[in-house]
């Protein structure tokens, strides 16, 4: 009899682990996912909509791309290719790839 209470607690409780690690991983995919997606869009936006050495605040990549501000801030800010103004203006903007690398002599 105590074996078998035995069996089922166990079973019991790797079951309830497995499921929930499956949520988890889950949800960590779909967050990775939207974010792939969203800084995907935010990327395209500023190829389409800047030229050679121009930087973007938060404030229009947000009203352009319908993202809210703190959420242009976390992807811009993880994204490699996207670079943020160091310079006297903060809190703007841009492609790496159009921005010119700073030499310094």
């Known amino acids: 009899m105590e074996d078998k209470i035995i069996e089922g607690v166990i079973i019991g409780t790797t079951g309830g682990a497995l499921a929930g690690i499956t949520v988890y991983l889950m ?5 990775k996912i939207v974010n792939c997606f ?3 869009k935010i990327r395209s936006w500023l190829q389409k909509n800047t030229s050679r ?8 990549i947000a009203s ?19 670079k943020l103004s160091t310079g006297e203006n903060e809190d703007l903007w ?12």
């Open 27 to 31: 949800q960590f995919l779909h967050q």
């Open 53 to 60: 050495n121009e930087w973007r605040s938060t404030r229009t």
């Open 94 to 105: 841009a492609l790496r790839s159009k921005i010119p690398e700073a030499t310094f002599e």
């Open 64 to 82: 352009w791309t319908n993202l809210s501000m703190e959420r242009i801030q976390y992807l811009c800010s993880h994204d490699t290719l996207v």
């Open 38 to 40: 969203e800084s995907k």
